[in-house]
């Protein structure tokens, strides 16, 4: 399975369009040119992470503290009311989101890559609304994270998935190996505090991306003023 990380960032790579600058001619809007860049890149969906998730529809609620109770013995993929739909997949490893419905305002169907330690209660209120589940296989992270990528594509078909944020999501993946092209769009505005996060990040004590050698492969300018670059990844 193909993986590219699709992402937008301002002119000094941070990653939150809320605080940049306004654009010079204000005749593109973010949001329009982010989708249409990507629908250049025939998917089977998008991944995020729980926090990136959780913003992206009122629906969604994101607990401080997982569902207490035993942890599952049920270990199998379950298989919801996708319908054809793409997917949206999240990476929600200790079980926080609650959601009302299995397809997002935007039409995915949502899929949550879960760990190990969940509890079945989580499990049971995922499936009586539809919301497919992947269980993470116990190991290192690269290897549960290799699991699941291995389930997207063997038991729902993926072939070519977005990884689409947030930063750490995105340099998690980085840092593994397991990206094989990076799409980077560039708005033509500033941001410039160090507190904010950038477009790409490493949690602490994650290995470096110094494995991860860019080789341009397309670039362009799009909407009015962005700059679209695309490189393949060589580990």
């Known amino acids: 399975m193909k993986l590219t990380c699709h992402m937008i960032m301002s002119a000094d790579g941070r ?8 654009l010079y001619d204000g005749a593109s809007n973010v949001s329009e040119v982010y989708e249409a860049t990507a629908s250049k890149m025939p998917s089977d969906g998008w991944i995020v992470g729980r926090v990136t998730m959780a913003e992206y529809a009122g629906s969604i609620i994101e607990e401080r503290e997982p569902i207490a109770g035993h942890k599952t013995m049920h270990t199998s993929t379950f298989m919801g009311k996708r319908e054809g739909r793409p997917l949206a997949v999240v990476f929600d490893e200790l079980g926080k989101l609650h959601y009302k419905a299995s397809t997002l305002p935007t039409g995915e169907h949502i899929v949550a890559v879960l760990g190990s330690h969940v509890t079945r209660s989580y499990q049971k209120e995922l499936e009586e609304v539809g919301v497919s ?4 296989t116990p190991g290192s992270k690269e290897e549960e994270t290799r699991s699941a990528l291995k389930h997207l594509q063997d038991d729902f078909g993926a072939k070519h998935l977005l990884l689409e944020g947030g930063a750490i999501t995105c340099g998690t993946f980085l840092s593994m190996g397991l990206v094989d092209e990076l799409s980077l769009i560039i708005y033509p505005g500033l941001d410039g505090c160090s507190e904010h996060p950038s477009v790409i990040e490493c949690a602490e004590g994650e290995s470096p991306l110094n494995k991860n050698r860019l080789e341009l492969v397309d670039c362009e300018t799009v909407g009015n003023g962005f700059v679209w670059l695309r490189y393949k990844v060589h580990r």
Not at 15 to 22: A, C, F, G, V
């Open 15 to 22: 990653l939150q369009s809320q605080y940049w600058t306004p």
């Open 133 to 136: 589940y992947i269980m993470r």
